[in-house]
């Protein structure tokens, strides 16, 4: 399997690998895939609760190296966005960014579920009306 | 967080990328590539030329490989045929059996973690009227006599189970399993292609009456391989797959591929002399590895019986750090994982699924096949990359950050996809 660049340097250099305190309020975590999958990631935001701006996003994921540059990818591309700036992002984006053949668009699908779901945690938390699809994993 | 990628430091000796994984090919042993040179370049006869020397130095020379290939598994040299690879010796003695035997029966027994031109081969047979027991291996990956014995019925016309696992390296009891099938008249074929020239196998003492081998497991050249069919007690007989010019008593046609037998013959002529200190070497390198990660990494474990295996074989999950990430850490280390994102068909291993072990941890193993060529210090380096590589990608898992604060993870509720 030849990698691009980009996922080669996420791989080397992920960005923002870590844990946020989920029982914080302003926290929302997702965690999405499974282990007999191959991928789990947990996506975390801190968002400011005047400005809705996500401040600081964290992930930890098992799974491939792709699976790996499209979590890191996601974590510094939500950080500064407002949650439903954050919502816009789409899973077809990350596959642009990091040039993934067919067989790795579950990793770029995985990483968009998992920005969902953890903005969907927040909006729950925070009593936050739902403006996007509930956070689950579709099927695919 | 630091970077992935580090520095373990490359010891003296070491030339990268190292080849850890013997068990999909091995290296050509220069000795070997000197024994087929001439047979490369001047002495190109067809050995089935009857009429000139130069048919018969190529005969002569294929002859003197069987010999050396019969004296390694104590056959005699009437009893070797040569073929293209293994798998086609496994498609020869399987189809061949099938159609020979037909009027005695149509039942074939085989197990699960056989390798796929055995697998294939029996399911291609099933599409031609003939029914084949799959028997399952125990979670140390060897069969249950008992389940053979019951599976046996007056239908069975041949047992095939492979000699050693490429995968997981260890040995099925052959043994026992031939004398089975001797008690009960039932021809006994077993895949045998990693287990010659790394430990023991001697088809008479084995109870073996058909055997597939193969030169490039052992560091002999690819595209040549043979067939073992005894002729006495029982004397097995097969039926021609490929026709033509009758070439190897009528039971594969084809001009030989002389170079490669010669080749072969040279293979297996080391192998003979070599093998009792090769398998203490190899056994003494795995066991370095192994001792390695255990001593600087937990949720690890060896995949398949420990007791009866290939002496260069370590097949080891990492559990919560996914294989084909691995792997990609270590890019300068050529080994295999039983990730399912390694594969073409992005499943697990089926070796692995069938040991019972989870798909979880079937994504997290790394098989590493050591042979002849490698050193202690690339097992250094190797074990130092790894444990290295192993530690971060940790770091980077929340399935083990999850277990390490005593999170079952079988009790989450994980959304599959």
Same mark, same amino acid.
């Not at chain 2, 009891?173 to 089975?180: D, L």
């Not at chain 2, 293979?267 to 192994?290: F, H, K, N, P, V």
């Not at chain 2, 210090?377 to 990359?385: G, I, T």
């Given at each position: 399997?030849?990698?691009?660049?980009?996922?080669?340097?996420?791989?080397?250099?992920?960005?923002?690998?870590?844990?946020?305190?989920?029982?914080?309020?302003?926290?929302?975590?997702?965690?999405?895939g499974a282990p007999e999958c191959g991928d789990v990631?947990?996506?975390?935001?801190?968002?400011?609760?005047?400005?809705?701006?996500?401040?600081?996003?964290?992930?930890?994921?098992f799974?491939?190296?792709?699976?790996?540059?499209?979590?890191?990818?996601?974590?510094?591309?939500?950080?500064?966005?407002?949650?439903?700036?954050?919502?816009?992002?789409?899973?077809?984006?990350?596959?642009?960014?990091?040039?993934?053949?067919?067989?790795?668009?579950?990793?770029?699908?995985?990483?968009?579920?998992?920005?969902?779901?953890?903005?969907?945690?927040?909006?729950?938390?925070?009593?936050?009306?739902?403006?996007?699809?509930?956070?689950?994993?579709?099927?695919? | 967080?630091?970077?992935?990628?580090?520095?373990?430091?490359?010891?003296?000796?070491?030339?990268?990328?190292?080849?850890?994984?013997?068990?999909? !090919?091995?290296?050509?042993?220069?000795?070997?590539?000197?024994?087929?040179?001439?047979?490369? !370049?001047?002495?190109?006869?067809?050995?089935?030329?009857?009429?000139?020397?130069?048919?018969?130095?190529?005969?002569?020379?294929?002859?003197?490989?069987?010999?050396?290939?019969?004296?390694?598994?104590?056959?005699?040299?009437?009893?070797?045929?040569?073929?293209?690879?293994?798998?086609?010796?496994?498609?020869?003695?399987?189809?061949?059996?099938?159609?020979?035997?037909?009027?005695?029966?149509?039942?074939?027994?085989?197990?699960?973690?056989?390798?796929?031109?055995?697998?294939?081969? #029996?399911?291609?047979?099933?599409?031609?009227?003939?029914?084949?027991?799959?028997?399952?291996?125990?979670?140390?990956?060897?069969?249950?006599?008992?389940?053979?014995?019951?599976?046996?019925?007056?239908?069975?016309?041949?047992?095939?189970?492979?000699?050693?696992?490429?995968?997981?390296?260890?040995?099925?009891?052959?043994?026992?399993?031939?004398?089975? #099938?001797?008690?009960?008249?039932?021809?006994?074929? !077993?895949?045998?292609?990693?287990?010659? $020239?790394?430990?023991?196998?001697?088809?008479?003492?084995?109870?073996?009456?058909?055997?597939?081998?193969?030169?490039?497991?052992?560091?002999?050249?690819?595209?040549?391989?043979?067939?073992?069919?005894?002729?006495?007690?029982?004397?097995?007989?097969?039926?021609?797959?490929?026709?033509?010019? $009758?070439?190897?008593?009528?039971?594969?046609?084809?001009?030989?591929?002389?170079?490669?037998?010669?080749?072969?013959?040279?293979? #297996?002529?080391?192998?003979?002399?070599?093998?009792?200190?090769?398998?203490?070497?190899?056994?003494?390198?795995?066991?370095?590895?192994?001792?390695?990660?255990?001593?600087?990494?937990?949720?690890?474990?060896?995949?398949?019986?420990?007791?009866?295996?290939?002496?260069?074989?370590?097949?080891?999950?990492?559990v919560y750090?996914e294989?084909?990430?691995?792997?990609?850490?270590?890019?300068?280390?050529?080994?295999?994982?039983?990730?399912? #994102?390694?594969?073409?068909?992005?499943?697990?291993?089926?070796?692995?699924?069938?040991?019972?072990?989870g798909d979880d941890v079937?994504h997290s193993?790394?098989?590493?096949?050591? $042979?002849?060529?490698?050193?202690?210090?690339?097992?250094?380096?190797?074990?130092?990359?790894?444990?290295?590589?192993?530690?971060?990608?940790?770091?980077?898992?929340?399935l083990?950050?999850?277990?390490?604060?005593?999170?079952?993870l079988t009790?989450i509720?994980w959304?599959?996809?």
């Amino acid at each position: 399997m030849a990698y691009s660049d980009k996922v080669v340097d996420h791989y080397n250099n992920p960005r923002n690998v870590g844990t946020l305190d989920k029982s914080l309020q302003e926290v929302g975590t997702g965690l999405v895939g499974a282990p007999e999958c191959g991928d789990v990631m947990r996506l975390q935001i801190k968002v400011n609760p005047e400005t809705q701006v996500i401040e600081e996003a964290k992930f930890k994921t098992f799974g491939c190296g792709s699976a790996i540059a499209s979590s890191s990818l996601a974590t510094e591309w939500i950080q500064g966005r407002t949650v439903e700036d954050a919502l816009a992002i789409k899973n077809t984006d990350i596959v642009k960014e990091l040039s993934l053949p067919p067989v790795k668009i579950h990793c770029s699908v995985l990483a968009e579920d998992a920005i969902r779901a953890a903005i969907g945690d927040w909006k729950k938390k925070n009593g936050v009306a739902e403006t996007a699809p509930a956070a689950t994993a579709e099927a695919k | 967080m630091s970077t992935v990628t580090t520095q373990v430091e490359v010891p003296a000796g070491v030339k990268l990328p190292i080849y850890m994984d013997n068990h999909a !090919t091995s290296p050509l042993d220069p000795r070997v590539l000197e024994a087929m040179m001439p047979y490369l !370049t001047g002495k190109f006869g067809n050995a089935a030329s009857r009429n000139h020397s130069f048919g018969w130095e190529a005969e002569q020379a294929v002859e003197a490989a069987r010999a050396q290939i019969a004296k390694l598994i104590g056959a005699t040299s009437k009893e070797i045929i040569f073929t293209s690879g293994a798998t086609e010796s496994d498609n020869l003695a399987i189809k061949g059996i099938a159609e020979m035997y037909r009027e005695r029966g149509n039942h074939i027994i085989t197990q699960v973690t056989e390798h796929k031109a055995v697998l294939d081969t #029996c399911k291609r047979l099933e599409k031609h009227g003939y029914r084949v027991t799959y028997l399952p291996v125990k979670a140390d990956g060897l069969i249950d006599l008992e389940d053979l014995k019951r599976a046996i019925d007056d239908k069975t016309i041949l047992v095939t189970i492979m000699a050693a696992n490429n995968e997981i390296g260890v040995l099925q009891p052959i043994r026992e399993i031939g004398k089975i #099938c001797h008690e009960k008249g039932v021809i006994f074929h !077993t895949d045998a292609v990693q287990i010659v $020239g790394k430990v023991p196998f001697n088809v008479i003492e084995d109870n073996v009456d058909v055997a597939s081998l193969t030169a490039h497991k052992i560091y002999g050249p690819k595209g040549v391989g043979a067939l073992y069919v005894r002729r006495r007690n029982p004397r097995v007989q097969i039926a021609a797959q490929i026709d033509g010019g $009758g070439h190897e008593r009528g039971m594969r046609s084809g001009t030989l591929n002389v170079p490669g037998i010669v080749g072969m013959g040279k293979a #297996c002529e080391i192998a003979m002399q070599e093998m009792d200190t090769e398998a203490a070497y190899l056994r003494g390198l795995r066991d370095r590895l192994r001792n390695k990660f255990e001593s600087e990494l937990d949720y690890i474990h060896v995949n398949g019986s420990w007791e009866h295996r290939l002496p260069g074989n370590l097949n080891m999950s990492f559990v919560y750090v996914e294989g084909e990430s691995l792997l990609m850490g270590i890019n300068d280390v050529a080994v295999s994982s039983g990730s399912a #994102c390694t594969s073409a068909t992005l499943e697990p291993s089926y070796v692995l699924k069938a040991l019972g072990l989870g798909d979880d941890v079937a994504h997290s193993s790394i098989r590493f096949g050591l $042979g002849r060529f490698n050193t202690q210090a690339e097992v250094d380096y190797v074990a130092a990359k790894v444990i290295d590589i192993v530690k971060h990608l940790r770091e980077l898992s929340p399935l083990y950050e999850m277990v390490k604060e005593g999170i079952d993870l079988t009790k989450i509720e994980w959304q599959a996809h």
